[in-house]
């Protein structure tokens, strides 16, 4: 706004002192502004010879550019717009790929463990959810059941006692792993066809192949070894079987019980309960998210944590994008009607605009170059540029045409395009970042200012030209002293 201020204050007034020769122009001079009108625009005249045929050019990228516009698609993957070789990204990917969720979960909370529990089933139920986690990790559910189950074989295995093992003899051992593998090949012809018979039968063969070991090993050398690890193993089952039978008489697992940094985490001071909810789903994908949010406002609609806020957001900035360029195209139109105030002109002028657009998510598909959460915020920038360049394009053309000058002046095609070009070069430098979504960004308006000038070079002045043809010209004012040097002067610097 301020460039904009000072253009219209600051830049009028330094052009008038700096050229104030002009208004000593001799008597008798032709004005500059209608000098001008034996200039022309070379290419322009070229192209005007061949309006059929350039009509023919721009129909048939239009139509191309509609074909790819129905294959342009939204990226709403915020990962895609992370810079390649990102190790978050990486990871997470990795994740998806390997534990099928994502690192990401969503965060429910409950007042007391009855709702915690109702709450983590319910979780649990849905398909969208892989797991759910909170304190009742730590508290086992079912806790009468199972303490009724350890009361009712406490007796048998408090009495029991270990006796001590004795050297391994291999003969022995080679007689007692032949019993076994015979019992699990029997095993494996009386199980059905399935997953269990294929097992039982991989460890009969197993156990063949360790048979076959031993007998080819020399019992001087392996007898010694086999008794150290049947120590080792004897050691760790006794650890174990003594500490089964030093809890054969437990108590219900309450709150308190759970370690303080885990309850930490799990429980607020103020005593609500915490659920980290894992997706089962693509929550980087439209369909998993939508689908994952809804299941699970289903149970709880106060549902929040990194997956609903990134969706609500993108909801909601996609809407505000949306809203955006609707505004703009109908402010740009609003804007251009009321500066040329003819309805012709004002369409010929927001042809630029409307031309380079579709040319420009057309051509987005062979950039393989898709919407995204990046990018799409770039499309107000786009009107904005495509809109000035036909503007200024079609008041000259009226002001030639209504007050005598060039159709189409040299200095405007020039104005136009040295502004695209800087425009272009502003926008294309953002393509050097490493970051796609930023990269994705350089290209969109690259490419839509790019497409937009040369609908305002080319195809634009052609028209008008074309129009100009047609219409009869209008009487030109005789030469003679110019009473007003100075208003000359600036009609001849705004050529």
């Given amino acids: 706004m301020f460039a904009w201020f000072a253009m219209m204050t600051v830049f009028p007034a330094m052009l008038v002192m700096v050229d104030r020769r002009h208004a000593t122009r001799p008597a008798g001079a032709i004005p500059r502004a209608l000098a001008l009108e034996r200039i022309h625009v ?34 709403y993957n915020l990962l895609n717009l992370q810079g390649v070789g ?31 529990q109702r709450k983590q089933a319910a979780f649990r139920a849905l398909g969208s959810v892989s797991e759910v986690d909170s304190v009742l990790l730590l508290i ?3 806790q009468l059941e199972k303490l009724k189950i350890i009361e009712d074989f406490a007796p048998l295995v408090t009495s029991v006692r270990i006796g001590r093992p004795t050297s391994v003899n291999l003969p022995r051992l080679i007689a007692a792993l032949e019993v076994l593998k015979r019992r699990f090949t029997i095993a494996a012809n009386e199980a059905p066809a399935g997953d269990t018979q294929a097992t039982l039968r991989l460890v ?27 120590n080792q193993v004897y050691r760790d089952f006794v650890r174990s079987f003594q500490r089964l039978q030093s809890n054969l008489a437990p108590r219900p697992i309450v709150l308190d019980d759970v370690p ?22 693509d929550i980087w994908d439209r ?8 299941e699970l406002r289903s149970v709880d609609p106060e549902v929040t944590g990194t997956p609903v806020i990134t969706y609500e957001a993108m909801h909601l900035m996609e809407r505000a994008y949306q809203q955006g360029t609707v505004y703009a195209i109908v402010l740009v139109t609003i804007v251009t009607a009321l500066t040329l105030r003819r309805v012709r002109e004002t369409a010929l002028a927001l042809l630029p605009l409307g031309l380079g657009l579709m040319w420009a998510f057309g051509l987005m598909y062979f950039f393989g170059l898709k919407f995204t959460m990046g990018n799409v915020f770039g499309l107000p920038l786009i009107l904005g540029a495509a809109a000035e360049y036909g503007l200024n394009i079609v008041m000259r053309f009226m002001e030639g ?11 405007t095609m020039t104005a136009v395009l040295v502004n695209g070009l800087t425009t272009i070069s502003g926008f294309g430098s953002l393509m050097v970042a490493d970051h796609r979504g930023i990269f994705g960004l350089g290209l969109l308006l690259t490419l839509g200012t790019a497409t937009s000038l040369v609908a305002s070079l080319i195809v634009l002045p052609v028209l008008l030209q074309t129009m100009a043809r047609r219409a009869p010209a209008p009487p030109v004012p005789p030469f003679g002293p110019d009473p007003h040097p100075l208003e000359s002067a600036a009609r001849g610097l705004d050529c």
């Fill in 260 to 281: 303080k940094e885990f309850r930490t985490k799990f429980v607020s001071e103020g005593g609500r309960f915490l659920l980290q909810i894992h997706p089962a789903v």
């Fill in 204 to 230: 009969a063969e197993d156990i063949s192949r360790l048979i076959i070991k031993l007998r080819q090993a020399d019992p001087q050398v392996s007898e010694p070894i086999l008794t150290l690890l049947q």
């Fill in 401 to 411: 045409r209504d007050h005598g000058g060039p159709l189409i002046a040299r200095s």
């Fill in 287 to 294: 369909a998993g998210a939508e689908r994952f949010i809804s």
């Fill in 42 to 75: 070379p290419f322009v005249s070229q192209l005007v010879a061949y309006p059929k045929t350039l009509a023919l050019l721009a129909v048939a990228l239009t139509v191309v550019s509609a074909w790819g516009l129905r294959y342009v698609q939204f990226d």
């Fill in 86 to 116: 990102t190790e978050s990204v990486i990871w997470e990917k990795r994740i998806l790929a390997t534990a099928g969720r994502s690192g990401f979960t969503a965060l429910a909370s409950a007042e007391s463990l009855d709702e915690l």
């Fill in 140 to 142: 086992p559910d079912e």
